[in-house]
């Protein structure tokens, strides 16, 4: 896995552009170094490096995705949660195990809200794990596991769990921290489009962070 590395490390350095990553950097607040890929960029070398080696399945995978994200560069996070992402169906349940300690990997929204993705689509597959692991991950004590908790069913639409996902909410409602309002926001404004009674009644019935309040009613209030 490590030669394996090596050559993508090889290829994403051959096609970056410095003038892009010195933007990319600035964005990210300079917590990650970056080659200067844009996503399409990347994403069509990921595509051409997948068709020649393949993808590594079973322990290799997890290695190969745990020496990417111990590399300093942004983009080997990103074709790391790629592949996983592709080989994401052919896992078992206990993969959760794995997708959170990817979310508590070199954290910050880019990658989380992509594997928050992820354990949302491994969720639906064995969905006798959403109560007892976003249970635990509302209770780790790390606000980027809480935000996955407040966001995995950001595509459920009428899947969505109501209940759970408004519990979260008030459990979660004195928080400060940004990414917690915003992804409580957020997961309400997107089921506000499943469900826009329900929403607009939880919002006006708790006491929730003005942040909260204003990106859970953003949509209803463009539609009205």
């Known amino acids: 896995m490590q030669s394996y590395l090596e050559h993508v490390k090889r290829i994403f350095l051959e096609h970056g552009d410095p003038d892009i990553s010195e933007g990319q950097m600035k964005y990210m607040r300079h917590q990650f170094a970056f080659y200067g890929l844009k996503a399409p960029v990347w994403m069509a070398l990921a595509k051409d490096i997948f068709q020649t080696k393949g993808i590594p399945q079973g322990e290799e995978l997890k290695t190969l995705v745990r020496l990417c994200f111990e590399e300093e560069y942004r983009e080997l996070h990103y ?16 993969f959760i195990d ?11 929204w880019d990658t989380v809200d ?20 976003t249970e635990r991950w509302m209770q780790s004590g790390n606000f980027w596991l809480q935000r996955c908790a407040l966001i995995f069913q950001l595509r459920y639409k009428t899947r969505t769990d109501a209940e759970l996902m408004f519990g979260y909410v008030l459990r979660l409602a004195d928080s400060k921290e940004f990414f917690i309002q915003k992804g409580a926001g957020w997961a309400l404004r997107e089921y506000s489009k499943t469900n826009p009674e329900a929403v607009r009644s939880f919002v006006e019935s708790h006491s929730l962070a003005p942040l909260t309040r204003r990106e859970a009613l953003k949509w209803l209030q463009n539609k009205s």
């Open 98 to 108: 794995f997708l959170e300690e990817l979310i508590t990997s070199k954290s910050w």
């Open 114 to 133: 992509w594997q928050a993705k992820l354990a949302g689509e491994h969720f639906l597959r064995y969905p006798q794990l959403i109560g007892p692991i």
């Open 79 to 94: 074709f790391a949660t790629e592949m996983t992402q592709r080989a994401l169906k052919k896992q078992a349940e206990n």
